[in-house]
């Protein structure tokens, strides 16, 4: 039997966490939402992935409890636009959101969250039901960083957007956009993005030599800082795409390219001499060692890529 000294201490020790993971306990997340959190008024990043049993109303109670959050993690939880109205309606301090695989949360739940989240810095909303992100609802915002819509069905129209909203975006996740295509991504980066630095556009059939010979050309001027490059599972790409990315992104560190069967040993060595300084990842398996890392912000997670 535990004792109330012991238990005490535990409840002193508790109300000072500022981060908190409870990834797939679905069975006690409504006693963790009622009974734990109110003790933990100070918490600063909630991580409640894979909790298949919070709902919407949960969400609430969180923040009612825990007013000062800043990061919040939902990812493959069975929440809808109503949670992100309640997220809005208690407006924390909020600077890190992921919704990844939130599979009912539509453009209608995301359309005011840029106007009431300003220091928002990390949002991954990879696998919901977005085409707009609610671009277009609000000015510039330059704190955005890093910004996951991958297996989204994202329109043109808003990749446009997208690089003029965030001019300060670090990283960018493309992958597997079925609305992508090579006018959309030319338009992108048509407009200056010189703190992007990571770029995943894999498993995306328009990404073939003749685009990424017109992408590369506007990043080369507009993305200067560009270091990890994906293009896993792109297989209409051949050598010449190396030679321009040689060319293009002198400042390349990482390249993905697994799935590229039309690349060849004698491009790959061709490219290893022009950057030998960049790594190669070409098979399944390979170990990936390239960490992306927002300094400045200490809640959002570590990104292995």
């Known amino acids: 039997m535990v004792s109330r000294d012991w238990n005490a201490l535990a409840m002193h020790y508790l109300a000072q966490a500022r981060s908190l993971e409870l990834t797939t306990v679905a069975r006690v997340v409504r006693e963790v939402v009622e009974r734990l959190l109110p003790s933990i ?30 990061a919040l993690h939902f ?13 809005i309606a208690a407006n924390p301090p909020l600077r890190a959101l992921n919704l990844r695989d939130c599979k009912m949360v539509t453009d209608s739940g995301m359309k005011d969250l840029f106007a009431h989240f300003a220091q928002l810095q990390y949002l991954n909303v990879s696998g919901c039901k977005i085409q707009r992100l609610g671009i277009g609802e609000a000015e510039s915002q330059d704190s955005l960083r890093l910004l996951d819509i991958s297996r989204t069905t994202i329109r ?35 407009s200056p993005c010189p703190a992007l630095t990571s770029l995943n556009l894999s498993w995306n059939s328009s990404v073939t030599d003749d685009c990424l010979e017109s992408v590369t050309k506007l990043v080369a001027t507009h993305c200067p800082r560009l270091e990890n490059l994906q293009l896993e599972q ?19 560190r990482f390249l993905k390219i697994r799935g590229c069967n039309k690349i060849t040993a004698e491009g790959l060595a061709a490219f290893a001499s022009l950057l030998p300084g960049c790594r190669v990842l070409q098979e399944k398996g390979q170990r990936k060692d390239y960490r992306l890392v927002l300094p400045d912000d200490p809640l959002a997670p570590l990104t292995f890529l």
């Open 41 to 70: 008024p100070n918490l600063r990043s909630l991580n409640v992935g894979k909790c298949y049993k919070l709902t919407s109303a949960d969400v609430g109670a969180i923040l009612k409890s825990c007013p000062q959050l800043q």
């Open 75 to 87: 990812e493959g939880c069975r929440i809808a636009d109503a949670a992100l109205r309640a997220i």
């Open 156 to 190: 043109g129209e808003a990749l446009t957007d997208i690089a003029k909203r965030f001019p300060r975006l670090f990283h960018l996740n493309l992958e597997e956009c079925s609305q992508v295509n090579e006018a959309w991504l030319k338009t992108c980066f048509s």
């Open 234 to 252: 792109c297989y209409k790409i051949t050598d010449h795409c190396l030679t321009l990315l040689a060319d293009s992104c002198p400042s390349l």
